[in-house]
């Protein structure tokens, strides 16, 4: 079974966790199972940012960015080359590594 290991945050994983998952569950689902609040405004609907993780290793192991969520993510607070947002990634067979950002942009309450 992959592991997912949650780099600390101030907030929202003080210590950082590693928790095991299966193949295809959903990162924000994980996240949320485990305690590890990250954000989700929009309830997994790709369009409001809140959700924004970078990954820092096993990137290559997720699923495909589509089209939708390219176009969101590239409004994220603190963008990087291996950001993604955890409610549109399925797990794959690798280990992860994740941050979650500091702050993020919640575009449902921008408008
Ligand atoms: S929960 Fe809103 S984009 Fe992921």
Redesign the pocket.
Known sequence: MPKIFFLPHKKICPNGLIIESKKNENL?DIAHRNNIKIE????????????HCIIHKGSNSLSNIKENEDN?LNKAWGLEIKSR????IKINNRDLVIEIPMYNINYINEY
Do not use: H, V, Y
């Open positions: 924000l989700n405004a929009c309830k997994k609907s790709c369009i409001c940012t809140t959700c969101i947002l955890s409610c549109q």
